[in-house]
């Protein structure tokens, strides 16, 4: 799974998402770069509300990444 930030996103709305996701017994990496941040999900991503992560002040998008079975 993958969460876009977006552009203007402040500290403390990506510090809710990492919240979220940890919550959910996830992992996460972080890139930044220079107009955006994405955050790479490790983990049981199938039981993650996509609504519920998108409605978070700051997320741009979540797309998920197909299972390959």
């Known amino acids: ?3 876009i930030m977006k552009k203007k996103a402040s500290e403390e709305e990506l510090e809710q998402v990492k919240e979220f996701l940890v919550e959910q017994d996830c992992d996460f990496h972080q890139s930044t ?5 994405i955050l790479g999900v490790v983990g049981d991503t199938s039981k993650i509300d996509s609504k519920a992560l998108k409605g978070i002040t700051g997320v741009l998008d ?5 299972d390959e079975d």
């Open 1 to 3: 799974m993958l969460v």
């Open 33 to 37: 770069g220079a107009n955006r941040i």
């Open 62 to 66: 979540v797309y998920r990444i197909p």
